[in-house]
């Protein structure tokens, strides 16, 4: 007997999806490609980009797909986990979903896959599964797709990149990797695959030798930052970047910190190698969709530059807010920082190199069950616990006055209601760590 429940409305939507939270993170391809099978197989006729790495996943993807519609291309973009609202992880031509469109394409794949031996999806599969179907439908000419966890057993590996981006590797969600960077690249690292070009950033030169052997066991074409394509720094916040195809000088854009640099050059030799593989992207467009793009909490500036919002949660991604944060914070005191952490993260990595850098530092726990309750954070670090983000977002405003600085991070769901809050964001749906 079939399990299918027709799916009508977004109230449907959700909870069906919240649902399939319960199943928790299952990494494995067997129950994806087997969905994907009983959907028509939608990945196989995408020409697509997959971008894996530890930190800068979303603003690779997010330049790649602004320089791609700048080329005049229809592009799909799937990206994880979402800021407020679902349809964010489905875009098709720079905009997210409709709800109506969600609701659609979900109960087509709910309906193929909810019956007897049928594949029992997670959350993250599920939605996987409904991006391709989705850009299959729209005839997308160029689908980028970001990695949810790893790469090994993560759904995205299934689709059949031309171009596979690896933005680096540092510790995080170790659980699920393993603990060292060794182990962590050795699950990135997979997704490099015949028929694609590997285009990778910087990485410690072991891992950069892992690399190289990967690329070459699979004959995988490799360019690897430092070697086949290099950036620098010019005066004004502009970039030279220069790959194995051409150099570029003078690239604007308007992501900050020097990790976006980075980021911007990987995107640029990504873009480019991209031709080599079929879908040719010009210099013009680059140059217009790095001037254009816009990645919502990767060091944003709100309320008139009192809030910077920044999505890092991992020591690495800490390490490059620490590194632009006296720019940011040039001519304001004091500095108040909002965070909050997950349990099974590094709060220790997370917190203590901003407590080091804040005047003040204020912490909360998200509505989530992973989430860290706020008094349970180490008493050394010297953090004041808040009732909730939203509270702490208040206090901070107050304490910083109209010349400090708000600064809040250290998780995606803490960014996601403080924001919410702060910007007076109505549209909201739960927030989902997948």
Known sequence: MSRYSPIRTYKDALRHLLGLTARGIRPGLTRVRSALAL???????????????????????????????????????????????????????????GRRKLVEALDRVVAAVDVPGGPALTFFETLTVVAADVFARERV???????????????????????????????????????????????????ARRGSIVVAGALRPDLRDMLVRRAASVRAPLWLAGRDFAWSHR???????????DALARLRHRLVGAHQEHNAAVAVAALQALGRRGVPIGDAAIRRGLARVKWPARLERALGGRVVFDVAHNPDGVASLC???????????????VLGCMRDKDVEGIVAPLARMVDHLLLAAPRMPRALPADQFPPHLGGRPMPSVEAAA?????????????????????????????????????????
């Open 235 to 245: 005066s004004g916040g502009t970039i030279d970047v220069t790959t194995p195809v």
């Open 141 to 191: 000419d160029l689908a980028v797709f970001e990695v949810g966890l790893g790469g090994r057993l993560d759904a995205t590996r299934l689709v059949p990149a031309r171009v596979v981006v690896l933005t680096g590797v540092a510790l995080d969600h170790q659980q699920y990797l393993g603990d060292t960077l060794e182990a962590i690249a050795t699950e990135k690292f997979a997704l």
């Open 323 to 337: 590194a632009a944060l006296p720019g940011l914070a040039r001519g304001h005191r004091p500095i108040v920082a």
């Open 394 to 434: 208040e206090e901070a405003l107050r304490i910083a006055g109209e010349h400090g600085l708000v600064v809040v991070a250290g998780s995606t769901f803490v960014v996601s209601e403080a924001r919410a809050h702060l910007l007076r964001i109505r549209r909201v749906d739960p927030s989902v760590p997948m």
């Open 39 to 97: 959907v028509g197989e939608p990945h196989l006729c995408l020409p697509a980009v997959v971008v894996g790495g530890t930190n800068g996943k979303g603003s690779v993807s997010a330049i790649v797909a602004a320089a791609a519609r700048a080329q005049g291309l229809k592009v799909g973009l799937f990206t994880s986990p979402h800021l407020h609202r679902l349809t964010e992880r489905i875009q098709v031509g720079g905009r997210e979903i």
